[in-house]
């Protein structure tokens, strides 16, 4: 649940990052930094290190998680994306995440956690059912095709991780894993942003807040969970995230949250209780 709160601060935080910062120049910098400060913890606590053919899986796992799943939600709330819309097209990466771990991983479910899986997903399209109503003007397509890439990058990145980083250690896996998000985010920065930020009190809040409290404790609890529990389990808790990112907007800015959102909350909970009981 500490996850699942950290986590869904990140569109609260995109959207101040992107006022004043290109979204892929921001996130290189952001994980950039998060790496060099976690390489740093690791060699004072002299945890190990990966073995090179973990830390190639490891570069995988992080550039599909980190690089083109950030990366995609921060272009499409830089091209406009509603929040709840964005929420609509995240919500389906658990069930992304389930149907292909039964497949890839022989990740097996009961048939009540298949039950919550879409009980969460049609939880998640009741919370942001009103946000997704009010924006009649439409959503640029390169907005879509950003947030589609982005449920494609955390499924695929969230099966690889679990299927070869199970036993890595923490610590240097993520470093292994911002290292390439880093490389891959910055040369698309140079090449399609110029490398575009300014570093207004927007911009360096976003930035100290992405880095330590999503970056760093959000991503390593996460990891921690994926070395415990299957992929299908880990993915169905971003079934609460866009609930309350919409309770945070309700708060933060003001936006309108009725009852057919807390109605869509509570059935979100109930299927995320259903996947992550014990089969």
């Known amino acids: 649940m500490v996850f699942v709160l950290l986590w869904s601060t990140g569109f609260i935080a995109a959207h101040y990052a992107t006022r004043d910062a290109a979204p892929l120049t921001f996130l290189a910098v952001r994980l950039g930094a998060a790496g060099a400060l976690l390489a740093v913890i690791a060699s004072v606590l002299r945890v190990p290190r990966p073995r090179l053919a973990e830390a190639r899986w490891l570069m995988v796992s992080g550039i599909g998680m980190h690089a083109i799943y950030l990366g995609g939600v921060f272009i499409a709330i830089h091209l406009g994306m509603p929040s709840g819309v964005g929420a ?11 149907f292909l771990g039964r497949s890839l991983l022989d990740e097996r479910l009961a048939r009540v956690q298949w039950l919550g899986i879409f009980l969460g997903l049609a939880g ?28 494609l990058g955390m499924s695929g990145g969230t099966l690889v991780q679990r299927r070869h980083g199970a036993s890595v250690p923490l610590l240097w896996g993520t470093v292994a894993q911002y290292a390439a998000s880093t490389v891959v985010l910055a040369v698309a920065g140079v090449v399609f942003e110029d490398f575009r930020i300014s570093f207004t009190a927007s911009t360096v809040f976003a930035l100290v807040w992405s880095t330590l409290v999503l970056s760093i404790g959000a991503v390593l609890i996460m990891l921690w969970l994926l070395q415990h529990q299957a992929a299908a389990k880990v993915s169905s808790l971003f079934f609460l995230t866009p609930a309350l990112s919409a309770l945070e907007g309700a708060i933060l800015f003001h936006e309108h949250l009725g009852v057919l959102a807390f109605v869509g909350f509570g059935v979100a909970v109930t299927g995320v209780a259903l996947v992550t009981r014990a089969s």
Not at 138 to 145: H, K
Request: proline content about 3%.
């Open 88 to 98: 609509v097209i995240a919500g389906l990466h658990p069930v992304v995440t389930a």
């Open 124 to 151: 998640v399209i009741v919370v942001v059912l009103e946000k997704v109503l009010a924006h009649s003007s439409g959503v640029a397509a390169g907005a879509l095709l950003a947030s589609s890439l982005s449920v």
